[in-house]
């Protein structure tokens, strides 16, 4: 994975990706970001070398670099799931090339659906911790140690400064930003009634089919995370209605404007 990683890296800065300081994986139905980054380079992931190509059809798959509020940024603009027939170490990739670019942050969206009936669809979650039922780790490979600490603490993942900025700003921008748990399944297929009873139990607040593999890795890689999640659904396994993934895509993309205004007025303050 070394030479891979190094390959990949070398052919990026080439591109004129140089000394990036922020990283941002852009959830399913989140690409509008994009239009408040001033564009320097952009790669199609099927032109860099050893890099997943995106196969979901709402995912764009561009690499972007950029500036954004006065910082230079990388964008991914479409993010890989195991759902899709990728292996963690595939979806995770994109981190440990950000990182060995050089980046000290990573910030991650996603669209998910509310667990918690106090939350509601079109509002935002800060993910405060996280719960892996994806089934295995992006660290279990061989020669992980090699790249990082093979038992990477996971005790506080999410950064507590950062996560303090983000709900000042909220509070500042009258945006209502929940604080929760994230449960992370493989899908593609949506949870039965019983599958959102048993996350209830288990502390979730939310439930998505992301973000976790890359949290993982960027805490691996000891650098600074936070996730935003824009709840697409409310899961009440008492009154569950067939879901329209239209519909989430639609309401991801009107609640997104607030997202936007969390990441950019945390990117100008770090």
């Known amino acids: ?22 990283g941002i994986i ?9 239009n408040e980054v001033e564009i320097l380079h952009e790669v ?10 995106a196969t ?14 006065g910082k230079k940024v990388i964008v991914m603009q479409g993010r890989f799931h195991i759902y899709e027939g990728y292996s963690l170490q595939d979806v995770t990739y994109p981190v440990r090339i950000m990182e ?9 969206s996603n669209a998910s659906g509310a667990v918690n009936l106090n939350f509601k669809k079109g509002e935002l979650m800060l ?52 604080e929760g748990v994230y449960a992370s399944v493989v899908g593609p297929q949506l949870e039965t009634r019983a599958e959102y009873r048993m996350l209830k139990i288990i502390g979730a607040d939310a439930v998505g089919m992301s973000t976790v593999p890359e949290i993982i890795v ?3 890689l ?19 209605k067939p879901v329209d993934i239209t519909e989430i895509i639609a309401m991801a993309e009107k609640a997104e404007p607030n997202m936007i205004t969390l990441f950019k007025e945390l990117i100008k303050s770090l």
């Open 44 to 53: 199609s992931y099927n032109h860099i070398p050893n890099f997943p190509t």
């Open 218 to 220: 960027a805490n691996h």
């Open 222 to 240: 000891k650098l600074k995370v936070a996730a935003v999640s824009v709840l697409t659904d409310e899961c009440d396994p008492d009154n569950l």
């Open 127 to 178: 993910i405060d911790d996280h719960i892996n039922l994806q089934g295995s780790s992006p660290l279990a490979f061989k020669g992980v140690e090699h790249l990082g600490e093979r038992f990477t603490d996971m005790s506080q993942p999410y950064d507590s400064e950062i996560n303090s900025k983000f709900k000042a700003i909220a509070k500042e921008h009258n945006i209502t930003l929940h």
């Open 1 to 22: 994975m070394i030479k891979f990683i190094n390959e990949t890296v070398e052919y990026l800065q080439h591109k004129g990706f140089e000394n990036p300081e922020i």
């Open 100 to 108: 060995k670019l050089g980046i000290h942050t990573l910030l991650v």
């Open 56 to 69: 979901v059809e709402f995912h764009k798959g561009k690499l972007i670099y950029g500036i954004l509020e």
């Open 26 to 34: 852009l959830g399913t139905g989140l690409g509008q970001l994009i």
